[in-house]
């Protein structure tokens, strides 16, 4: 079999460098500390194990610092609310209601006490439970609960109340096909809540509902107090009995403001060009916290970086309505809890890993203090800091034209990415020669990369292989206008904007333009097979968990994105035409280079027929590729074996197709590693 690239031709053979950093290691830093929440003088959150079979083991930290496990061996609080998740549990005063992996149903812990957690729904295979919260008064916990009924879109979504004392169930409101954010006013006499239909995604229009609560605990009608068909409402608490706070975008920035509950309009707080929000994939997620004087602290920023500040509605004359804290984070996970004194969040930074830290609250008027206390143990290994790359945060600039596009003329668009060099203590690049890049893509398409301390990349930077993550246009951090440029040009954009990068580092004279790769999961998988079969930009792809047809992918995945692609490319059957036309499957002949292609077979949102259907039409037009399946997997990896496996098959990879043509180890016409097209490993 002939090498795709036959005819190109490198400097010299790459042979990756001997690295300190080994796939175990990523191994262990895998996953970030997750839900997090103030119990007193205890410090709550959720970890993942991927040595204990990747369950999330919430976790407590007493105020000697003393951290240990709330939920016994073997518990796994996560849930299968719109596949991803949403909040799995909520600190009960003297214990923990959550939701169990392995059968979805609520459970109630008293981790001082020696029972086992003790179930409070019945076992039903159709049910699940997410979003959890516990309105003030009420010995009950709220979720919403999700039951599917039979097929993709045979889903029916409620809010619910359940009793932590008997297990008796009552629905409050079922309004909306998708509901998030239950949250009972201070005088417990309304109720809120965020609601959309299909075909919107959160991130497209969504409405902040409020409504009566009944003596009986039932909502009345609803009220429209915010949002609608083109605003985003993300995340909405309550400030006093007559206000609510909202993370909305109706000036294309997800800002906070403060909502009449009564009806009225909205007031923009701090108003910028910059995010206090972001994309709804987790029913449950905060971005900010009310604090109990009417102020409230916040995650705020843009891609480039974020942080945590202070926001004072009612800051006087010439004072600040927004007062930054000085942390040392770029990055925060999302999820933050606070009270009168202290905050808490999980931080990263460039140099420091997600970690759980609280930080002091400060008093009307006072200056911060801006010290963090870190009170979760490290998320990753510790790594001297001459094995890890210095990012740097990129603005490039993208020519695009034609009605793809929707543009006539030529405009130079941004495109934000951030690039780690490759980087070890005791190699670098011989002289006259190029290192080769790797494109990292996210997933989503509304995601976006942080640019923090991440093991995954410092695995190939300290083995001589450059990294640039692409934040294209459909990213979030970057204000509605960035996030839309992707609707109806998904396959278009995404792509072009990966190649503009590579492209640029050439340029630059920073990559060899025989020696560029991209890689990307889930949709960044889309996105890295469509350049590989679009463009001839790449001499290889690595797709994760990915999506190869889109028609197939539209018809058979989970509800919450049943719809996704109907913004993205556009709906079905009327757009057929476009899904064929960018489909990498039905390209596949056209592939620029070799693939590795890896998925979990219990992946329920993007079905491993989607990775078989690709390798099958590979191997029909003779492109070298390689296929592994991983059993037990679901979207994404959380077993360390996995992980390891995973890492190592994408190093032989791009050892294999970054080699010379004529070095005489080199053998591009074989798949890296042992061939797995049609088995399982």
Request: hydrophobic share 40%; glycine share 10%.
């Amino acid at each position: 079999m002939d090498h795709p690239f036959a005819a190109r031709t490198a400097p010299s053979a790459f042979r990756a460098w001997n690295s300190q950093i080994t796939a175990a290691a990523v191994a262990r830093q895998d996953g970030t500390p997750g839900w997090v929440s103030l119990v007193d003088d205890e410090v709550w959150w959720d970890e993942p194990r991927p040595h204990e079979a990747g369950r999330r083991c919430v976790v407590r930290a007493r105020p000697d610092g003393e951290v240990e496990d709330v939920l016994p061996a073997g518990f796994d609080a996560r849930n299968a609310l719109h596949e991803y998740g949403g909040r799995s549990w909520r600190p009960t005063g003297d214990g923990v209601v959550f939701t169990h992996w392995h059968d979805q149903r609520l459970y109630l812990h008293r981790p001082d006490g020696h029972d086992a957690p003790r179930p409070l729904t019945p076992t039903r295979k159709n049910v699940t439970y997410g979003d959890l919260c516990l309105p003030p008064g009420r010995d009950e916990v709220w979720a919403i609960r999700e039951t599917r009924l039979g097929g993709v879109r045979d889903v029916e979504r409620a809010l619910v109340a359940v009793s932590l004392s008997t297990g008796a169930e009552r629905t409050i409101a079922a309004t909306h096909r998708f509901m998030t954010c239950p949250r009972t006013s201070p005088d417990g006499r309304h109720l809120s809540w965020i609601g959309w239909n299909h075909p919107n995604m959160p991130w497209d229009g969504t409405e902040l509902c409020v409504a009566p609560l009944h003596d009986d605990g039932t909502a009345g009608v609803h009220g429209v107090r915010a949002g609608g068909p083109g605003e985003s409402v993300v995340q909405a608490e309550w400030r006093d009995a007559d206000t609510l706070w909202a993370v909305t975008d109706p000036d294309g920035w997800w800002n906070l403001h403060l909502v009449p509950a009564g009806g009225g309009p909205a007031r923009a707080v701090a108003a910028a060009e910059e995010e206090f929000g972001g994309a709804l994939w987790k029913p449950g997620a905060s971005w900010f916290a009310p604090l109990p004087d009417g102020r409230a602290v916040a995650v705020n920023g843009t891609g480039a970086g974020r942080r945590i500040s202070l926001v004072d509605p009612d800051a006087g004359l010439g004072l600040p309505a927004l007062t930054h804290l000085d942390l040392p984070y770029t990055d925060f996970v999302q999820s933050i809890d606070a009270n009168a004194g202290r905050l808490v969040a999980v931080g990263a930074g460039t140099t420091l890993p997600y970690a759980v830290f609280t930080a002091a609250v400060p008093a009307p008027g006072a200056a911060p203090d801006h010290q963090a206390r870190i009170v979760s143990s490290p998320s990753a290994p510790c790594v001297d800091p001459a094995w890890l790359p210095r990012p740097t945060a990129r603005t490039f600039r993208t020519d695009t034209t034609g009605p793809a596009h929707g543009r006539t003329g030529t405009d130079a668009l941004p495109v934000h990415a951030h690039t780690y060099p490759p980087t070890h203590p005791h190699r670098t690049t011989p002289d006259g020669e190029r290192p080769p890049w790797v494109i990292f893509v996210h997933g989503g398409p509304t995601g976006d990369y942080p640019m923090v301390y991440d093991l995954e990349i410092a695995y190939f930077t300290s083995r001589g292989i450059g990294v640039a993550t692409v934040d294209y246009g459909g990213s979030v951090g970057y204000g509605r206008a960035y996030r839309e440029r992707l609707n109806g040009a998904w396959g278009i954009v995404d792509v072009q904007d990966c190649v503009t990068v590579a492209q640029a580092l050439v340029t630059e004279g920073l990559a060899h333009p025989d020696r560029l790769a991209i890689r990307g999961g889930s949709a960044g998988g889309w996105t890295a097979l469509a350049a590989l079969t679009h463009t001839d930009a790449f001499v290889g792809a690595v797709s994760l968990y990915g999506i190869t047809d889109p028609v197939g992918w539209a018809d058979t995945t989970h509800d919450f994105e049943s719809r996704y692609l109907d913004g993205l490319i556009g709906p079905l059957p009327q757009s057929t035409a476009l899904y064929e036309q960018r489909s990498p499957v039905l390209a596949a002949a056209h592939a620029s280079g070799p693939v590795l292609l890896l998925h979990g077979l219990e992946d329920a949102i993007v079905d491993p027929a989607q990775s078989s259907a690709m390798a099958r039409a590979l191997k029909t037009a003779g492109i070298p590729h390689e296929h592994a399946e991983f059993p037990g997997e679901r979207h994404g990896w959380r077993r360390a074996e996995t992980i390891r496996a995973a890492l190592e098959a994408e190093i032989r990879f791009y050892e294999r197709i970054f080699a010379s043509p004529d070095d005489p180890g080199a053998d591009p016409g074989r798949p890296a590693g042992p061939s797995r097209t049609a088995d399982r490993p």
